[in-house]
Nanobody, 132 residues
Framework: VQLQASGGGLVQPGKSLRLTCAAS????????IGWFRQAPGKEREGVSC????????YYADSVKGRFTISRDNAKNGVILQIDSAKPEDTATYYC??????????????????????????WGKGTLVTVSS
């Protein structure tokens, strides 16, 4: 199982950045895929997830209206479009999948289902730094 995240880097406040995650090697299905982030000294938090069971999405309050998650069917993965970046978005961003709870659990995503504890597989992170 491999989740390859890319697209991180240095971005100025107010600018945009696109993160991509490519998934491969899965022998069992997953029903939720999303992005998480961890800033220095802070806990890892759910940023945004998308359900493969019903297409529902979840966004953390801090990113609503600025981040957009979408499926990348070509790479069997997910894209996170970051717009109007803020310094507080600075963190290492991780891609993760969830599936062990079954397809019905991941219908109607909410904060509990887009939480690090709800995910099964993790990729290596990509660092996003928002600074002028």
């Amino acid at each position: 199982v491999q989740l390859q995240a890319s697209g991180g880097g240095l971005v100025q406040p107010g600018k945009s950045l696109r993160l991509t995650c490519a998934a491969s090697g899965f022998t069992l299905p997953y029903f939720n895929i999303g992005w998480f982030r961890q800033a220095p000294g802070k806990e890892r938090e759910g940023v945004s997830c998308i359900s493969l069971s019903d297409g529902s999405t979840y966004y953390a309050d801090s990113v609503k209206g600025r981040f957009t998650i979408s499926r990348d069917n070509a790479k069997n993965g997910v894209i996170l479009q970051i717009d109007s970046a803020k310094p507080e978005d600075t963190a290492t961003y991780y891609c993760a999948t969830g599936g062990s709870s079954g397809p019905d659990y991941y219908r109607g995503l909410n904060g509990a289902k887009c939480h690090p504890y709800a995910m099964d597989y993790w990729g290596k992170g990509t660092l996003v730094t928002v600074s002028s």
